[in-house]
């Protein structure tokens, strides 16, 4: 007998946990592998936002949170979304989540009716077509490429759009390519969604300040659709606080309460010490940051450049994130030791066994003749995996 769902088994399990657990496996054996599958950053979290944990321990913060989280961090959450991106967000349109994944599930559950449509440029995270199908919905994948840095044009969002379009779900800084959006390029995008008032915009922005462009500007920053965007956010990866847990949506106020309701049944209040963790995070000095931000600049110049001077790969310069989304179906059918690359999963299984560097393929992220490398690892682990890669690629005939 099947005692498992549907639901479930249409699901596909996460190929970037599943990667790092194959290197973990090697590792296990006493293989040296370097992880580069993984999107965390590799630093601690700082000092500071930890002795506030701390202190939240020592002054009993061991109780259930409110669902939607303290009205201190959402305060704090709405003071950052106006000091640093100008957006006007009450502390009630806060919901604080389990972590920016769960926020942006919450959002899609709660929004989302079986057979509505939602719009996802490609390449995606690994999750986003998975929440959809949670929802019953279906996925409307509009195709970019590293000719055009992975940014899909007002044309094609366009065409997308058909009277079943619910939502347009849009990462920048993107995971898995790196790629910011320019302000004109997101005003362009919404020239036409202006055109399209029932379509709701989901702006995933956890890497907002991991980006080496000098600027940043928020989907919600633009007064069209300014009352049906929603900002998914979170600390993780700006303050290296992924195993925290804390993410949260800025919504309108009837999809905040619909978040609030959805939560309220399944998962209830985040973790109070985490909170007043993130709260610190927020609310105190932003030093840390920076000094995060310039490291992994510097680590993307050097992977970049590393990259470019292997033969094969096409190599873009990402502008945020900390992740190198490389073409490489030149060595598509090529072999070493009666073993065939045929396609991106070949070619990174190959590169897991064969030079013992963890990567994930690109049809992880609905871009099937790519691969992913995350470089939020040390500048000589990058030097020494880079080496691996070549090598390995370089006994492929």
Known sequence: MDFISNRVNNLAASQTLAMSQKSNELKAQGIDVINLSVGEPDFNTPDHIKEAAKQAIDNNFSFYS???????LRKAVADKLTNENGLSYKPEQIVVSGGAKQALCNVILATVNPGDEVIIPTPAWVSYVEMVKLAEGKNVLVPSGIEN????????????????????????????TGSVYTRDE??????????????IVLADEIYEHINYTGSFTSLASFPAIADRTVVINGVSKAYAMTGW???????????????????????????????????????GSQECVEEMRKAFERRRNLVVRLAREIPGLKVNEPKGAFYLFPEVSAYFGKSFNGRKITDASDLAMYLLEEGHVATVAGDAFCAPGYIRLSYATSDENIAEAMKRIAAALAKLV
Do not use: H, W
Not at 66 to 72: A, D, I, R
Not at 154 to 176: D, F, K, V, W, Y
């Open 149 to 176: 840095d992975f940014k899909i044009t007002p044309e094609q969002l366009r065409a997308a759009i058909t009277p079943r379009t619910r939502m347009l779900l849009i990462c920048s800084p993107s995971n898995p």
């Open 245 to 283: 847990r804390i993410g949260y949506c800025a919504a309108p106020i009837a999809i905040a309460k619909a978040c609030t309701k959805l939560q309220g049944q399944y998962t209830s209040g985040a973790s109070s010490i985490a909170q007043k963790a993130a709260e610190a995070a927020y609310t």
């Open 186 to 199: 997101l005003a362009a995008l919404v020239e036409v969604l202006a055109e399209y008032p029932d379509i």
């Open 66 to 72: 409110p669902v939607p989280g303290y009205m201190s």
